[in-house]
Structures are given as structure tokens and as C-alpha cells.
T-cell receptor, first 111, second 114 residues
Framework: GQQVMQIPQYQHVQEGEDFTTYCNSS?????IQWYKQRPGGHPVFLIQLVKSGEVKKQKRLTFQFGEAKKNSSLHITATQTTDVGTYFC???????????FGKGTLLTVNP | SQTIHQWPATLVQPVGSPLSLECTVE??????LYWYRQAAGRGLQLLFY??????ISSEVPQNLSASRPQDRQFILSSKKLLLSDSGFYLCAWNTGQGQVNEQFFGPGTRLTVL
């Protein structure tokens, strides 16, 4: 079945440093979504990427979808303590109903 | 606006006891509904999803079951809990329509099996 790998598993940064998490799918995706889960909370949708090579920005967050639609990345510029949490990618492949989630990257930020 | 409710928020159960977790969605009709489990420090594992009343798809063989007795109600059950059933159970919904089809998650139930 479809697998989505995400690295790194953990990332600790000093406030102001940049952060990147990478996502790779075993199969071509129709789209990929990104979610953020604050400690003790539930995942909250951030963005969806659909087109090959697509790049989207949300303030300090930059999301990319690979040309082959099998990989994606999330980059945060100048991290802040409010960025703390686990970031998940989730790929949609052949099924219109199911998302396959990566294991997530836990980001901690030292003030 | 749409809201999703889960209860209870936390639950401590002995091994071998039954389980019933409930999820309800308000403000929408005919949603797709999902049950996920998140083990401590791990990712989200899809357990079941449903595209309509009485329609359940199981993703992982286990001692859990799901039911959808009403359009906006999704129930996760077990007859006998195992230690390995401990985790954070999340219910989610989406419309199955539109270009951006994100999933909206409930607050979750933290289950500890002792």
C-alpha cells in the first residue's frame, strides 16, 4: 500500500533559526496536505498542494510539491516559539477518501 | 458553522473491558467520517472510515470495530480492550467535495488501558 515517509522525526532549533521537514511518498500523489498539531491538541489543516512543482507561502511558511508529485517540503523561516508542534504531511493517492499521514516532525524551539 | 465533538476526553480502562467512543458532527450533512489512532509520539494511523450510514471500511485488522448508526454519528467500539489499544483516538470529517478537501479533527479521546 501507499507509504508516506517524513524526516526528520525530531528537530530542535534556537528561536530565529530556520526549519525544514521533508515528505516522500512511495507512489505518485494527486495532492498533498500539511497539518500542524500543537502539544496536547489535535491536527489542524495548514495547506493543500495539487500541481506538480507548486510552491505556496503562508507568512514565514513555504510549502513545495515536487515535480514528480511524490515529495514535498515545509520550510519555516526564522522560527518563533509559537511554531512549536508536530507537522504532518498527508498524501492522497488513488482513493478520494483516504489520506496517508507521515509520522510527523516534532519541532521544539528554544527561546 | 460546522463542529465536531468527541467524548469522553480521557478514559482509563482495565484490560478486557469494553470500549465505546462517540463522535458527532454538527452543521453539515453526509460527511465522510474517520477514526484515527495516535500512539505516544507517533503518527496518525487510519483505523476506519465511512462515506455513509452503515458503510464502514476497515484499514487495519484489530479488535476494534466502528459503526455509523446516523448520518453524523460515528462510534468506535471494542468488546475486550488490550494494553496495545492505549493511545489518542481522533475522529475527523470532511465533505468529500470541493478542490480543497481537508479533514477537520475533533479534540480526541486519550485512552489508557491498564
Amino acid at each position: 500500500g501507499q507509504q508516506v515517509m517524513q524526516i526528520p522525526q525530531y528537530q530542535h532549533v534556537q528561536e530565529g533559526e530556520d526549519f525544514t521537514t521533508y515528505c516522500n511518498s512511495s507512489t505518485t500523489l494527486s495532492n498533498i496536505q500539511w497539518y500542524k498539531q500543537r502539544p496536547g491538541g489535535h491536527p489542524v489543516f495548514l495547506i493543500q498542494l495539487v500541481k506538480s512543482g507548486e510552491v505556496k507561502k503562508q507568512k514565514r511558511l513555504t510549502f513545495q510539491f515536487g515535480e514528480a508529485k511524490k515529495n514535498s517540503s515545509l520550510h519555516i523561516t526564522a522560527t518563533q516559539t509559537t511554531d512549536v508542534g508536530t507537522y504532518f504531511c498527508a498524501g492522497r493517492g488513488g482513493s478520494n477518501y483516504k489520506l496517508t499521514f507521515g509520522k510527523g516532525t516534532l519541532l521544539t524551539v528554544n527561546p | 458553522s460546522q463542529t465536531i465533538h468527541q467524548w469522553p476526553a480521557t478514559l482509563v480502562q482495565p484490560v478486557g473491558s469494553p470500549l465505546s467512543l462517540e463522535c458527532t458532527v454538527e452543521g453539515t450533512s453526509n460527511p465522510n467520517l474517520y477514526w484515527y489512532r495516535q500512539a505516544a509520539g507517533r503518527g496518525l494511523q487510519l483505523l476506519f472510515y465511512s462515506v455513509g450510514i452503515g458503510q464502514i471500511s476497515s484499514e487495519v485488522p484489530q479488535n476494534l470495530s466502528a459503526s455509523r448508526p446516523q448520518d453524523r454519528q460515528f462510534i468506535l467500539s471494542s468488546k475486550k480492550l488490550l494494553l496495545s489499544d492505549s493511545g489518542f483516538y481522533l475522529c475527523a470529517w470532511n465533505t468529500g467535495q470541493g478542490q480543497v478537501n481537508e479533514q477537520f479533527f475533533g479534540p480526541g479521546t486519550r485512552l489508557t488501558v491498564l
